[in-house]
């Protein structure tokens, strides 16, 4: 095998932690994934790989050499996808993250009518709320929500949300409309979150940030939950404002204390791309802000 089939064998043996698992991720046979490595650690006169009969695992060289892999293998099809030209057929995979309900509700749309549109492409979506690390997760597009700290990937706005508390009518009507932040301390609160008991909300009062210490009647992990039990009237609580839109347009809850509302944030969707321009990730990239973009609930 040449150099870079070998190379090829390695990382799929190596990401697969099992020959014959790596095998079957390039379609050959398990005695030619064995002989390929085994042919590379020859030429480099390094172990690459720890063999037992139960795993096969990296050496120290062994992860160095597939950092180095990896990166270079990209780098190829990156270079190949350039070469097909802008007008190219988008194909090949494409790993693509964002947080959970915004995943569920604005990208999972996207990634289907990217799909329909190029059928020579596949898609892995990890919708997950916490931030995804792009280079250590292998991950194409991020669509995040908030100041970026990392500078180091291509970003686009596409939009804007705000952090907005709200209600139901029916509990508005029941228990009365707060005024200020410190009058939610007469109210029941519903947060969604896993930091435990107690849990601080920021406002924005007379252009100085305050901060209100709360102490929720119902904790939930996930806003979903939270934002079933404020539509049933159970109290008062705080999401993102995409999170609640469909809410806010049928009417089962309504925003309050809008004045006392921190800035908006920013939604961007980042990308890793080297040199060369990929042109699956750059369709995907004009479909999805073309999507966000006209989307009312986010500008």
């Known amino acids: 095998m040449d150099r870079f089939t070998e190379m090829q064998v390695f990382v799929a043996v190596a990401e697969c932690e099992g020959f014959a698992a790596g095998a079957r991720k390039l379609k050959i046979s398990p005695p030619a994934a064995t002989r390929a490595v085994a042919d590379l650690e020859h030429r480099l006169g390094v172990k690459l790989l720890n ?107 596409v939009g804007t949300v705000r952090r907005v508390v709200c209600a139901s009518p029916a509990y508005i009507e029941q228990h009365g409309l707060p005024l200020h932040p410190d009058d939610l301390n007469n109210h029941p609160i519903i947060v969604a979150s896993n930091l435990g008991p107690n849990v601080e909300w920021r406002f924005l009062d007379n252009k100085q940030t305050s901060i209100l210490r709360i102490k929720p009647r119902l904790t939930v992990t996930s806003n979903d939950a939270a ?18 839109a469909p809410q806010l347009a049928s009417g089962q809850l309504k925003i309050i204390l809008s004045e006392f509302e921190l800035p908006s944030m920013p939604i961007h969707i980042l990308h890793r791309e080297g040199r060369q321009s990929s042109v699956k990730i750059r369709a995907f990239i004009d479909l999805v802000a073309e999507k966000l973009r006209a989307d009312k609930s986010l500008n």
């Open 51 to 157: 063999r037992t009969t139960r795993y096969v695992r990296v050496t120290d060289a062994g992860q160095r050499y597939l950092d180095d892999a990896k990166r270079i293998l990209a780098q190829v099809a990156e270079a190949d996808e350039a070469a097909v030209g802008i007008n190219g057929s988008p194909r090949g995979h494409l790993v693509i993250t964002a947080p959970v309900l915004f995943g569920r509700m604005y990208v999972m749309p996207a990634i289907v009518e990217y799909l329909q549109k190029y059928p020579d492409t596949e898609v892995s979506a990890m919708f997950v709320d916490r931030v995804v690390n792009l280079l250590e997760e292998g991950v194409d597009v991020a669509l995040r929500i908030g100041e970026l700290s990392d500078s180091s990937f291509k970003a686009l706005k």
């Open 227 to 244: 934002i079933e039990a404020a539509v049933e009237g159970l109290g008062i609580t705080r999401l993102i404002s995409y999170q609640i």
